[in-house]
């Protein structure tokens, strides 16, 4: 029986595998970078100067006392506490490289060929859930609202039931669940069920992702009626994305893109170093839309830009080597005399003002990943396109394809031939119209930012909103707890 959720509200605490923060030893010292991707871009507007915590794994080796120092400053700056949970290498290596990201990722993302079905995976991902347990159960009590995020963290409410916790608990799922088929191949599928009833909430990017988890839970015989779910796309700072783009620096930055690729529309692709991101069919795409339309030729460039990501896995390095390569034979075969290269490729991370520059300097841009749960870029690409000239492709497969379309233009990943057709319609579309559906799509955003996504889940889950979680005049005073080894 599942308890009732309370509306009165006490401390926000937020659990993910990592920290918004990554750490790198310079002179002796840990030195703090912040971390990127989706779950860190929406969350550090919601909980910054808020008093909440964060708890979570540094993404280095050592105990976590070793960061106290770092962490201390980190808290009193951001206005909420940084609590660190210590993994050792056969931790990283069996928990995150193993069944996080061998296993779930693959699976989740329709990829079961290449998924490891390791039984020490997931013993090591049950060890590893129980100790991020025990750091939250030390500093959550009844009031509290536990609110846990994505995937590597699933069986972590069953940890805090088992330990006694009466915390209020909350869980999200930031990538998709996989329909019935799919998911049933994971040998360990009744467990890690039996696991996500134990929270309070479950909430899911898209209706198709609760729908498939329902579909999953009747597969296997299990009553979810006890348990809370619901579809909570989640979004960006709309608002601030937009105002740091009509920044001079940034205006200056992206016209400097457009003299170095002069006279041509530019596509822009951005994305993490993945194979769900389907960039090398995205380069087919492209390769064959030059050879089909020759008109185009000199006329578009492609900026691919490919985010280092889990470069100790070796899928990861092949695939790059393989992108690599494409670009090389696109490049090869159509670059012209005088200046015309058909790829501009980079493999780095941007600085925040590159990024912003290159959305802004985008005449279109092309997301198309095999399978996303929601695909942030998108979001952001269209809150700094302020002059609105401009047209998203986005795969039908993402999961903010159910909240842009009509106006994002919705393409098969895997047509190769469809998705070159789109890029030409998008060159060709006239002014008005690429005008007219970037701003709807841009008030969609903005209405369904951030807040609205935070607001609405906390509704969901303890019925009140953000206000709930008042801003301080000043940061928070840090915990003496950070102080504590886990």
């Not at 039984?119 to 609202?145: E, L, P």
């Not at 909430?203 to 619901?230: E, I, K």
């Not at 691919?304 to 470069?311: F, N």
């Amino acid at each position: 029986m599942k308890k009732r959720l309370r509306s009165r509200p006490g401390r926000l605490i937020v659990v993910s595998n990592r920290l918004p923060f990554s750490f790198s030893r310079v002179g002796g010292r840990w030195q703090p970078e912040p971390a990127s991707g989706g779950l860190v871009t929406a969350l550090l507007p919601v909980l910054r100067n808020r008093g909440g915590t964060w708890v979570g794994w540094t993404g280095a080796p050592g105990r976590s006392k070793d960061f106290g120092p770092a962490l201390r400053k980190l808290s009193r700056e951001a206005g909420y506490t940084l609590v660190p949970v210590a993994l050792d290498d056969a931790e990283v290596r069996d928990f995150y490289l193993g069944f996080s990201n061998e296993v779930i990722w693959p699976l989740f993302h329709d990829l079961p060929s290449l998924a490891n079905f390791d039984a020490a995976y997931w013993r090591t991902y049950c060890r590893v859930n129980q100790k991020y347990a025990r750091a939250v159960h030390a500093r959550a009590d009844a009031r509290s609202f536990v609110w846990v995020h994505d995937y590597h963290l699933m069986n972590l409410a069953a940890e805090l039931r088992l330990a006694g916790s009466r915390a209020r608990l909350g869980f999200f799922l930031h990538i998709p669940f996989p329909s019935p088929d799919i998911f049933l191949k994971l040998p360990w599928r009744r467990p890690l069920l039996q696991a996500l009833l134990e929270f309070d909430l479950l909430g899911f990017q898209t209706a198709r992702d609760r729908r498939n988890f329902l579909a999953c839970m009747q597969a296997v015989g299990l009553d979810a009626r006890g348990t809370h779910t619901g579809e909570f796309p989640i979004s960006i700072d709309f608002n601030a994305f937009m105002r740091r783009a009509a920044a001079p620096d940034v205006a200056a930055k992206a016209q400097e893109l457009h003299r170095l690729l002069p006279n041509r529309r530019l596509i822009l692709g951005i994305d993490r170093l993945d194979y769900t991101k389907g960039i090398p069919l995205r380069l087919a795409a492209f390769q064959h839309l030059l050879a089909r339309y020759p008109e185009m030729r000199g006329r578009v460039s492609l900026m691919q830009v490919v985010v280092p990501s889990r470069e100790d896995i070796g899928q990861y390095h092949r695939l790059r080597t393989e992108i690599e390569q494409l670009v090389g034979k696109i490049n090869g075969a159509y670059a012209r005399p005088g200046g015309w290269v058909p790829v501009w490729y980079e493999y780095r991370n941007l600085s925040r003002l590159e990024l912003l520059a290159y959305y802004r300097a985008a005449d279109i841009a092309l997301v198309t990943p095999l399978k996303d749960g929601m695909n942030l870029v998108a979001k952001e690409y269209c809150a700094c396109s302020i002059e609105e000239d401009c047209v998203l492709i986005l795969s039908e497969f993402a999961g903010a394809a159910a909240q842009l379309a009509p106006d994002a233009m919705l393409v098969n990943p895997y047509d190769v031939e469809g998705v070159a057709a789109a890029i030409r319609e998008a060159y060709a579309m006239p002014p008005a119209q690429r005008a007219a559906r970037m701003r709807r799509i841009r008030r969609a955003i903005r209405r369904q930012d951030v807040f609205w996504w935070v607001d609405s889940y906390l509704r969901a889950a303890i019925t009140q909103d953000l206000r709930a979680f008042p801003r301080a005049d000043a940061p928070a005073e840090v915990s003496p707890e950070l102080q504590l080894p886990l």
